[in-house]
């Protein structure tokens, strides 16, 4: 999960809303390792505190460390499943609350119990419904705040993430962006339709392979 952007300040809170208006993501494979060990809300906030001590954000630097501590890259897309399950409003950023919300859902408390849950956070990729409400919120995600739309570098990155280890026809993708004449994305353009539809863009993308092809 890339790392970027200072922390809105507390006036986004209304934009945070619309962030968790989300569906929000079914656990599935959530189970205790232990039944003497229940999950603990109070062991889960001091693993919270173990990385921003009297903070209530779990920022950039923490969450390189945090990455670490569980064996994941933070451009891995298991953090973008990690940050939709706690349904985290900005990139490189968990808040104390998103943190407390997610984990008690997949019942993690410490980091070998969240190590345990990566090949389940893994297999939602392979759901239909889950990821398609994670690519939705992907886009939100990765968006700054104040803009309506995703710059180019970034959409093109947050598109290789969840299309490119599918999609055989993603590198040809590619070329079609990087030869538009677009300099970002809009909602309508990469995210799926209400119908379930693919992304707006890539009706484009077939006009110009068709186009291609001809020439």
């Not at 390189?64 to 933070?74: A, L, N, Q, S």
């Not at 104040?146 to 490119?164: C, F, I, P, V």
Request: glycine residues 4%; contains cysteine; proline residues 4%.
């Amino acid at each position: 999960m890339p790392v970027k952007r200072k922390l809105p300040d507390a006036e986004d809170h209304e934009l945070k809303c619309k962030i968790t208006s989300f569906s929000r993501p079914q656990v599935r494979g959530a189970r205790p390792i232990s039944t003497k060990k229940p999950f603990s809300s109070k062991k889960c906030l001091a693993w919270f505190h173990e990385y921003t001590g009297s903070d209530k954000v779990l920022g950039p630097e923490a969450m390189e460390k945090f990455c670490k501590d569980i064996g994941v890259e933070p451009e891995n897309i298991i953090m973008l499943v990690l940050a939709w399950h706690l349904s985290a409003a900005n990139m490189g950023y968990f808040t104390k609350e998103e943190w407390l919300m997610g984990m008690t859902a997949l019942q993690c408390d410490c980091t070998e119990r969240l190590q345990s849950k990566l090949d389940d956070l893994h297999s939602e990729l392979s759901d239909s419904v889950a990821f398609r409400n994670i690519y939705r919120y992907a886009f939100d995600f990765a968006r700054d705040k104040n803009q309506r739309g995703l710059d180019m570098d970034t959409a093109k990155s947050m598109l290789a993430l969840l299309l490119g280890r599918t999609w055989s026809l993603f590198p040809v993708f590619q070329q079609f962006l990087e030869q538009s004449m677009y300099k970002g994305l809009n909602k309508d353009q990469c995210n799926y339709d209400e119908d379930g539809a693919w992304p707006v863009l890539l009706d484009e993308f077939v006009e110009w392979q068709k186009a291609c092809s001809a020439s």
